[in-house]
């Protein structure tokens, strides 16, 4: 049985941020994986530019049901730190729309940059390695036994994630453990994740594959605004992902296709500078011209603004403007981006990220009852809790 200090189930961005920080302070550490690869979910976000946090971050832009939880971390390790090892190695990043920052040329930089942090504190990570078995023996005293050794350590983390893209090694391990040592678990679900849409919708919106419109889409009292992308499976694109982890099934969502403008107000304006011209010529100027002959009636759109009535304009605005659709489900797990729910954040500490409950047990990152909007906030949560954690375990 080899004997450690620390004990990290997870190569993960929260694992190894963790790994890191805990062997800064002299700690030995291992780090243990299932998969082949660390690091996987780095290595293919941000369509392999590692959307790696956001200028701008506050704890509006996490769910949880302790919203107050991440507060300490995110004060604790903020942004702008993880910002300055990002530029301690030279690594280019440019910014995107909303703050977001990514890499210009690899997520492979952002990787390199937490392994070469590994191997400069002597952190050892064991890859293809299964967890037969968990045990804790006494407070700060757990054995683990793996497909490759048996190990005792004082601190045991868990940072394995959630259950999204399981292609990419996703399993309900985290989980397991909270629930073996009689931590709650909220429940858990897709988070992230495009619509798919009932047979009718689908019928009547499949032409529109490929069309993306700025839009803002809204569900109970939250809002976003981003483009919504049309699919051969259904509705996607940045605010259908951002509005998805608000999505509760058998709701609908509204659609404001044209947000920059009142078309009812435009339509009126229109009737009576220029009468003559017809509907679809003002809409087709707005929308694309697929999208608007689906929308509305292909009679009314041949038709004069001078042809047409009033209540006809309040059709056409509310058409455009207060789409209502209700979502047969999301795509689920598969390409979900996060996981919502998991491991109750009143059963941790919100300074050391150990349970209140079993001393020397820690969860960290995604399998965490908090998640992330769209936009690198995902990633920060990693670098702030895997960092506040590694200050302890």
Request: net charge negative; proline share 3%; charged share 20%.
């Amino acid at each position: 049985m080899k004997k450690v200090d620390v004990i990290i189930i997870g190569a993960s961005a929260s694992g190894l941020m963790c790994a890191i920080e805990a062997a800064k302070r002299g700690r030995k550490v291992i780090v243990l994986d299932h998969a082949n690869k660390a690091g996987k979910k780095i290595l293919m976000s941000g369509g392999g530019r590692c959307n790696f946090t956001n200028y701008d971050v506050s704890t509006e832009n996490y769910i949880s049901h302790n919203t107050h939880f991440v507060k300490s971390a995110l004060s604790r390790f903020t942004q702008w730190d993880f910002i300055a090892m990002v530029e301690a190695y030279g690594i280019p990043y440019h910014e995107r729309e909303h703050g977001q920052l990514f890499c210009d040329d690899s997520s492979k930089d952002i990787l390199n940059l937490l392994l070469t942090e590994c191997k400069k504190e002597n952190v050892h990570i064991l890859l293809n390695t299964e967890i037969i078995n968990v045990d804790q023996k006494s407070d700060h005293h757990f054995i683990i036994k793996s497909s490759n050794n048996d190990y005792h350590c004082q601190s045991l983390v868990i940072a394995t994630g959630g259950l999204s893209i399981p292609k990419m090694g996703a399993t309900p391990f985290g989980y397991k453990i909270a629930e073996q040592f009689n931590m709650k678990v909220w429940p858990t679900s897709a988070g992230l994740v495009p619509f798919t849409l009932h047979k009718h919708d689908k019928e009547i919106l499949s032409d529109l594959s490929g069309i993306a419109i700025d839009s803002v889409v809204n569900t109970k009292n939250t809002s976003f605004r981003e483009n919504i992308l049309f699919t051969h499976r259904g509705l996607s694109g940045p605010v259908i992902l951002q509005i998805s982890s608000y999505w509760s099934a058998g709701e609908a969502i509204e659609i404001n296709l044209l947000p920059d403008l009142d078309l009812l107000e435009e339509l009126t304006t229109a009737y009576k500078n220029h009468p003559q011209i017809k509907l679809k010529t003002l809409l087709h100027k707005l929308l694309p011209k697929r999208l608007v002959n689906i929308f509305i009636e292909e009679e009314l759109l041949d038709k004069t603004l001078q042809e047409i009535s009033h209540k006809q304009f309040q059709h056409v605005s509310t058409t455009l403007q207060n789409w209502s659709i209700k979502p047969n489900g999301t795509e689920g797990y598969r390409t979900a981006e996060v996981t919502l729910g998991g491991v109750d954040c009143d059963a941790l500490s919100s300074k050391t990220f150990e349970s209140k409950t079993v001393s020397g047990l820690y969860f960290i990152g995604e399998v965490m009852d908090i998640s992330g909007w769209l936009g690198g906030y995902n990633f920060q949560w990693s670098w702030s809790s895997g960092w506040c954690a590694g200050q302890y375990v």
